[in-house]
């Protein structure tokens, strides 16, 4: 087995390497789940083969009759992205115990939006990880159901406006805070779950490959903007990746056999809580939450700062901070 | 634009081709497009690992960087992260 320091995770060795994800998908311009996609088909240590839930990623890249995918990738259903990928890690034992395969390991990644994880999936990621296959499950989380026309889902935050969840007269957006999916996951005991943003493209693509290097279920959730249903601007999906850490609405950790651990780029919040921003700096740039800057509903920030910073405090009690 | 290549609005919905997304160039979405000053640029890559569209190339024999517009839809991410300030989104 390599070594981390032997994996070539620099700039140049990652732009030397054969894109996996190709060029000419359907996503629209700055699409955030694409870099992702890109950047963690880098990370890839051998023989991969990807399972991919119904959702935007999937639908860009798989239009009849061309593929994005430049490896074994198979479509699966929207709530079984988890199943699917067990049912193949069993089809790989098999056939490499009646000597029928001819790679020593083939690694199976799931890879499902937000929709496809922390609401209808669930139930099959969870029996997937009780049942301890061996496979890497990404969710690339771009906080609601995009593909089908913006609707809220388990992971969209409080106070975005979707169609499902329209700020109006009415309601100011989501009424609900986000799940913590990652840990609901590193409450099934499985060996390793981590957070990621494509910002700090290095630390998801260390993260990505430990999920490929564990024997057994790895879960990685990587924050992934996007601009149609965000109202933000194509360019700035990058930069919302990084303001998402800096204000610490979405921080980077690691929990490996359950033991939580701060990882470096938000450790500098933790070790130098002036560099934190305020969440108003992340909001104002979207138009999902441009409703809570008028005077009606202003007061929901106050709202998201206050829940932001309590499981802040709590991710940072869990990381021994 | 080889013989082969098509652009999207070209392709025939009839027949199936097993042949990567990459003859579907999607360049003609865009009303912007990056372009670089050479003098600025410090080669960084960080623009080749941004960008959603696989648009731009890191070259080892020339030890330079080549923007592919045929894939390009001007989304301006990798001139809004590049540090150099090296790139600049003009109208098409
Ligand atoms: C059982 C089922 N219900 C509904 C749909 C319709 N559908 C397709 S994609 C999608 C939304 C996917 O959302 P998400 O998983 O968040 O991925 P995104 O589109 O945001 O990438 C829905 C509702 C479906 N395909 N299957
Ligand atoms: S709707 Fe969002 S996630 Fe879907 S392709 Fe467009 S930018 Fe990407
Ligand atoms: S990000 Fe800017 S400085 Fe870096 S390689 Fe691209 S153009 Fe050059
Ligand atoms: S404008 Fe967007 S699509 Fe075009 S090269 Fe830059 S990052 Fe890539």
């Known amino acids: 087995m390599q070594t981390e320091a032997e994996w070539k995770f620099t700039a140049k060795d990652i732009a030397e390497k054969p894109d996996l994800f190709l060029s000419g998908h359907r996503a629209c311009a700055g699409c955030g789940p694409a870099t992702v996609l890109r950047l963690i088909m880098k990370a890839v240590r051998g023989p991969t083969i990807v399972t991919n839930a119904t959702g935007c990623m999937e639908v860009v890249s798989s239009i009849y009759p061309y593929t994005s995918w430049a490896i074994p990738w198979l479509h699966t259903a929207f709530e079984n992205a988890a199943a699917n990928a067990s049912g193949i890690e069993a089809a790989l034992k098999i056939l490499k115990k009646k000597g029928r395969s001819k790679h020593e390991h083939v690694d199976v990644i799931a890879l499902a939006g937000d929709g496809g994880t922390y609401d209808i999936g669930i139930q099959a990621l969870s029996g997937a990880v009780e049942r301890g296959h061996d496979f890497l499950y990404v969710l690339y989380d771009n906080e609601a159901y995009m593909n089908t026309g913006i609707q809220r889902s388990g992971g969209t935050p409080l106070g975005a406006s979707t169609t499902t969840s329209p700020a109006g007269t009415v309601i100011p957006g989501k009424l609900e805070h986000k799940k913590p999916i990652a840990d609901i996951m590193v409450a099934h005991d499985m060996p390793y779950v981590a957070t990621a943003s494509p910002y700090y493209w290095r630390d998801l693509l260390v993260k990505v490959r430990k999920g490929l290097e564990v024997n057994g279920p790895a879960f990685l959730h990587v924050f992934a903007p996007c601009p149609r249903g965000w109202r933000s601007d194509p360019a700035k999906s990058i930069e919302l990746s990084r303001l998402a850490v800096e204000t610490c609405i979405f921080p980077l950790w690691e929990a490996v056999n359950g033991e939580y651990q701060l990882s470096t780029p938000s450790k500098v919040f933790a070790l130098a809580p002036q560099k934190k921003k305020p969440v108003k700096e992340y909001l104002q740039v979207q138009g999902r939450f441009r409703h809570l800057f008028t005077p009606k509903f202003e007061k929901l920030t106050e709202e998201i700062q206050r829940v932001t910073d309590e499981r802040w405090k709590r991710l940072l009690k869990k990381c021994g901070m | ?92």
């Open chain 2, 1 to 92: 634009m080889t013989a082969k290549e098509k652009s999207w609005k070209e392709i025939s919905p009839a027949g199936v081709c097993w042949k990567s997304s990459t003859q579907f160039l999607t360049g003609d979405w865009k009303t912007y497009k990056p372009v670089r000053d050479l003098e600025k640029c410090t080669r960084c890559l960080l623009c080749v690992l941004f960008c959603p569209d696989g648009a731009i190339h890191w070259k080892p024999e020339k030890g330079d960087i080549e923007f592919d517009y045929n894939f390009c839809k001007g989304c301006g991410i990798c001139a809004n992260e590049c540090p150099a300030k090296a790139i600049e989104m003009k109208l098409e």
